[in-house]
């Protein structure tokens, strides 16, 4: 553990500070910076401002903003390293899910507020906080911190971007001996862990024609094959009878060693009363390092209005999470090429590749993980865990392949037992907030001593 007497001063310097962070938070929470496509552009602008301001306050005198063409600029900005010291590069990312209130939020989501220690809002954990992470972590040392620090904080994370080609194109921006990604988080708020393995992305459309046009059910209806009904028997064959994805030659990750508590992961998913789990194996393989599928969305005539019709079109988006090892281009081909296989009655099938993106295995050796370990126990007062997570992240990889001797640090205050990101009612825990303040200033403190 990092001394104890460095510890208290730095806990202290962060609780007296966390008024003003929240404070920050709560500001930047009122941008509805949505950047998807059709969503409007100013509040998206306006938040890379307030970013720049906020990073200013807290001592990144440097932070400005990188035009990313197109899309979103991302908020850029370094202090230089002390001599011999190395350069850590802190990620985070300001753009943020849509949101309604009418979408079942308890209160109206550009509107923080604060209920039994936890801040409730849009992007409040994922990843406002983590901005906040970063400049608050900045503060502390008064914008003076004992390495070198680079910030990036992304516009469009959660839609279409080109920040991957701006990486590559500008591989000097992103030098650095460490990358600190705060757009992760714990199992439960005050249960330290390290996120080692992410999985990865591919997605596809399937398209089923079986008519020139819509016909008659009662006229034409049991010889003629309907789309719709075609469709839904090709998707029926992507699980087999446990829920298990259904696709033979798929890549599996290890097994991680922490369990995934059952009762927790029924709360935090909401199942229904008597609803079971589907899959095999323990749960945190299901979720972190086995593949599964998903259909994401499908066009076919909406129940309101519905006619005594033969389909004579319908199609679906399919979403596969693959294993953090996998290559994303063969169990792209493997999906695509198991829905042309079952194919049934000969109907016509189109399928089109959508999205194809790596998963992510973190070293977890060097000094970067050893003093970010030392760091988090520190801070919270326990010993860490490694977990996984679902979800991607494909800058890492543009990251990794322009630094390629730089390790990764994946955490954040985004706890998966409360948190709700992409949902409603998103939230962040104050005090775990605080706690990944601490660990992250921790984290600069002991990488500096052990230049």
């Not at 079942?104 to 954990?125: C, H, I, K, Q, S």
């Not at 906040?132 to 003076?144: D, E, K, T, W, Y």
């Amino acid at each position: 553990m990092a001394h104890e007497s460095e510890t208290e001063e730095i806990r202290r310097k962060v609780r007296s500070m966390m008024p003003g962070i929240l404070e920050d938070l709560k500001d930047l929470i009122t941008y509805p910076s949505v950047a998807f496509p059709d969503y409007p552009p100013q509040p998206v602008l306006d938040m890379a401002n307030a970013t720049v301001a906020t990073l200013r306050r807290y001592g990144l005198q440097d932070a400005r903003l990188l035009e990313i063409t197109p899309g979103y600029p991302a908020v850029y900005g370094e202090i230089p390293a002390p001599p011999g010291s190395p350069t850590v590069m802190m990620y985070a990312h300001y753009d943020v899910q849509p949101a309604r209130k009418e979408d079942g939020w308890e209160t109206d989501p550009w509107t923080p507020v604060v209920r039994n220690g936890r801040l409730y809002g849009r992007g409040a954990a994922d990843d406002k906080s983590g901005i906040m992470i970063a400049a608050a972590s900045l503060g502390v040392f008064a914008g003076r911190p004992p390495v070198g620090v680079k910030v990036i904080i992304e516009g469009g994370e959660e839609a279409p971007d080109h920040i991957e080609d701006y990486v590559a194109a500008h591989p000097e921006l992103f030098s650095c001996d460490v990358f600190i990604i705060a757009d992760n988080g714990n199992l439960m708020a005050g249960n330290p862990a390290l996120t080692t393995t992410l999985r990865g992305e591919v997605s596809c459309i399937l398209e089923v024609k079986t008519l020139d046009h819509a016909v008659h059910s009662g006229s034409f209806g049991g010889a003629a094959p309907d789309a719709l009904v075609s469709l839904i028997r090709m998707l029926a064959t992507l699980h087999d009878s446990h829920g298990d994805a259904g696709i033979e030659g798929l890549h599996s990750y290890p097994s991680p060693a922490i369990q995934y508590p059952e009762e927790l992961y029924k709360r935090d998913a909401g199942l229904l009363e008597g609803v079971g789990l589907i899959g095999t194996g323990p749960l945190s393989a299901r979720l972190w390092s086995k593949p599964s599928i998903t259909v994401i969305g499908i066009d076919a005539p909406p129940v309101t209005g519905a006619s005594n019709i033969l389909i004579p079109h319908a199609a679906a988006r399919i979403s596969m999470r693959i294993s953090p090892d996998a290559d994303p281009s063969h169990e792209l081909l493997l999906l695509m090429d198991h829905l042309r296989s079952v194919a049934p009655w000969n109907v016509h099938v189109n399928v089109s590749e959508v999205t194809r993106n790596a998963g992510f295995v973190c070293p977890t050796v060097g000094p970067g993980y050893m003093s970010a370990r030392v760091s988090m126990e520190s801070a919270f007062g326990k010993a860490v865990e490694e977990i996984g997570a679902g979800g991607s992240i494909p800058l890492l990889h543009a990251l990794k392949a322009a630094v390629p001797a730089a390790e990764f640090i994946l955490w954040g205050a985004q706890d998966a037992s409360s948190s709700r990101i992409h949902g409603t009612d998103e939230s962040v825990d104050l005090d775990e907030l605080e706690r990944f303040i601490v660990a992250q200033s921790l984290f600069l403190q002991v990488l500096g001593k052990g230049k």
